[in-house]
């Protein structure tokens, strides 16, 4: 360990709009698939979470706002009294280990199925089914063509946002993640491939923006925009979001980050491979919020990937995803560059402690 890398910014405080954070290292948003079958966090989930407070913030798994977003079951919801209620048990615990929790709110859009959402249908921009498969209580079944949201209907969904954005602030968050990365509701609008709408809501880059644009500035009106962050992941091709036209893509995004600027987002966290690289750069610019950034799932988070993202991408902080899953004191062990976990991937999804709240933390002699 030398002390030029203990004393690397990644390991001192910083500010993410009102929130400090006492290092740079943030838990980025992993589902677990561990809630109660009707959405409601468990004791195991706040042991994990609680376990986990030494991230200079946590960014909760995806969470649904309402039940039409729901993606898998077992996920978590913070849509009813009981979903609230969990919750605050856990923000309470965290912060009462000092740490800092946001929670990620995801609506699943397209990637469901009518088993899951309880409204016989799963919504979506454009009648397109998803490419890949959906897992449901029988197994693996192939994606159904979503209901294309009428233009009526779009102000009811960006209420749904608001609602679950609510219930967040209620639960003690710090904070709320709108996910518009990963091939979800939101980024289904803005990616071509599985938006062919021709009304306001689709066809030009500027339109496929409308729809995150109206979804974030309508949280950040209810619960303060020093509240509210923003995930994307441009170029991920993820899910059936193809994102393959470079000039198309900055054009969507630039018209994103134009539409949310003034509003003085908390945060934007940003999915990238190449984060050095023009695009992320220009969102970077573009936004001009404090920018947390992960490179993705072809790249696996390392101490050196970490230090370059701060030291050379810009970043105010950086996201870990599989690391901080198997690594509970992550930060520490990044600090004194120490040995790691490492994360089991039959274990991810779904199940109980083993391979959740199990793993080792450091020890010391
Ligand atoms: C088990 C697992 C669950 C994930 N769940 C989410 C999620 O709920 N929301 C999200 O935006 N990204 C999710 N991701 C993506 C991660 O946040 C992250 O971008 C990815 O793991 C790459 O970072 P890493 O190399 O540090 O793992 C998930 C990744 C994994 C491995």
Redesign the pocket.
Known sequence: MSDHDTAHPLFSPAELGKLELDNRVVM?????IRAESDGTPTELMKEYYAQRASFGMI?T??TWPVQEGRTWGRQPGIETAAHVAAWREITDEVHARGGRIVL?M?HGGRISHPELTGTGRIVAPSEIASPNPIRISSGKVDGPVPHALTQEEIPEIIGQFVAGARNAMSAGMDGVQV?G??GYLIHEFLAPSSNTRTDAYGGSPENRARFAIEVVTAVAEAIGAENTGL?L?PEHNIQGALEEDREDVLTTYLALAEGLADLGLAHVEI?HHEPEGELVQALREGFGAPLIL????S???TRDTAFGLIDRAGAAAV???????ANPDLVQRWREDGPLND?D?ET??GGGAKGYTDYPVLQRT
Do not use: C, K
């Not at 996201?319 to 899953?325: D, E, I, K, Q, T």
């Open positions: 980025a948003p992993l589902t677990r960014i798994e995806g990620q995801m996910h990365a990963n995930r992941s999915v992960n490179t993705g799932f790249r696996f988070s996201s870990v995803g599989r690391s901080a899953l994360p991937p991810y999804y």
